[in-house]
């Protein structure tokens, strides 16, 4: 089982450009998540997905877009990529129909914005 | 507003026993996480508590006290594949995690 993927694994990508990063996952799980990750600071959500269909903002959703048009997918668009948004992003799932649902993530993307 | 901390980083050696903190103050609570994530992979789940007291889990324990907003992740026996940064994280009243920056912490044999 792959569990949750994403590509690319890395990217440099110069400002103003646009870009989408690919997240599937193969667990069936309802919810699923994008977060970015900074040196010294915690994961923080960008945006989430509780099921197909549907999506909410999280903590740092300006500069983002997502969908989710069935269960595996949720790409996250960066419409216009300035220097801030280079970090290292994370998507995960979670199933949250269970008591425990732990989130799993995915390797990784790591994005240099120049 | 909602805060989980820990500390930066903590050394402690190979064999040893090591404790590793985590006190929030967050909008409701349904649960506390503790996550490992070595540099430059994915974090991984090792642990939840949502009722107070110790949860064991072979090397690994977990610490919740509801009422103080406490949390600690102990390492017990410690090995140099344990070197990686432990992520706590909390279940608010409206589901969502909120994490703490993540303690790393550096075995030395």
């Known amino acids: 089982t792959a569990g949750i993927t994403q590509a690319p694994t890395s990217q440099i990508l110069a400002a103003g450009r646009s870009m989408t990063l690919r997240c599937t996952q193969d667990?069936?799980?309802?919810?699923m998540y994008w977060y970015r990750q900074d040196l010294g600071l915690g994961l923080r959500l960008i945006h989430y997905?509780?099921?197909?269909?549907?999506?909410g903002k999280g903590e740092v959703p300006d500069g983002y877009s997502v969908s989710r048009a069935n269960t595996d997918d949720f790409p996250l668009t960066l419409a216009s990529a300035v220097p801030s948004q280079t970090s290292v992003y994370f998507c995960?799932?979670?199933?949250?129909?269970?008591?425990?649902?732990?989130?799993?993530f995915g390797p990784g993307t790591r994005l240099t914005v120049l | 507003g909602q805060n989980i901390d820990q500390p930066t980083e903590m050394t402690a050696t190979e064999g040893a026993i090591v404790q590793i903190n985590c006190t929030y103050q967050?909008?409701?609570?349904?649960?506390l996480f503790w996550y490992q994530q070595h540099a430059g992979e994915a974090p991984t789940f090792l642990s939840y508590?949502?009722l107070d007291g110790l949860e064991e889990k072979g090397r690994f324990s977990s610490f919740l006290s509801r009422s103080k907003g406490y949390s600690y992740l102990l390492l017990k026996e410690l090995q140099m594949k344990d070197s990686a940064s432990y992520l706590c994280?909390?279940?608010?009243?409206?589901?969502?995690?909120?994490w703490g920056a993540g303690t790393k912490l550096i075995i030395k044999p």
């Open positions: 995960a799932s979670s199933d949250s129909g269970r008591f425990l649902n732990e989130q799993f």
């Open positions: 667990m069936r799980h309802n919810a």
């Open positions: 997905s509780n099921t197909a269909g549907t999506t």
């Open positions: 967050t909008s409701g609570f349904n649960g």
């Open positions: 508590n949502v």
């Open positions: 994280a909390v279940l608010d009243s409206n589901y969502q995690l909120i």
